[in-house]
């Protein structure tokens, strides 16, 4: 029986005696990550919004508010006594003045 305890012994103290080299070889790859441009903010303006500019302007009597397909609003309003029709875009309000033979559009932004 000693002698199987003395040959675990001498085995272990052999074990540990050992040394194990590993090698791995560097990750040679890259990877390049693209980030993708924020998507475009869309403005969005409320029927509110689209008055006050239009007040802010110097219309006033502003009537048939009303919102196009592109979000854009228009509407009639007076200004320096005539009557104009008005578009309220994000880029600003757009004027159309329409006299009897010319018509003339405008943008002035906020």
């Known amino acids: 029986m000693r002698i199987i305890i003395a040959a675990a012994a001498l085995a272990a ?3 540990c005696g050992q040394t194990t080299t590993t090698t791995t070889t560097p990750d040679t790859s890259t990877t390049e990550v693209v ?3 924020p998507a475009p903010t869309t403005v969005i303006i409320t029927e509110s ?3 006050t500019r ?6 006033t009597n502003v009537t048939g508010l009303m919102q196009n397909p592109d979000g854009t609003w ?3 309003g007076t200004r320096n006594g005539q009557a104009t029709q008005v578009t309220v875009g994000e ?3 757009s004027v159309t003045t329409t006299t009897p033979s010319t018509s003339t559009t405008t943008t002035t932004t906020p």
């Open 13 to 15: 103290l052999a074990a």
């Open 49 to 51: 919004d689209a008055r």
């Open 54 to 59: 239009l007040e802010t302007d110097g219309y």
């Open 35 to 37: 980030t993708p441009a």
């Open 91 to 93: 880029n600003g309000v």
């Open 74 to 76: 228009s509407a009639t």
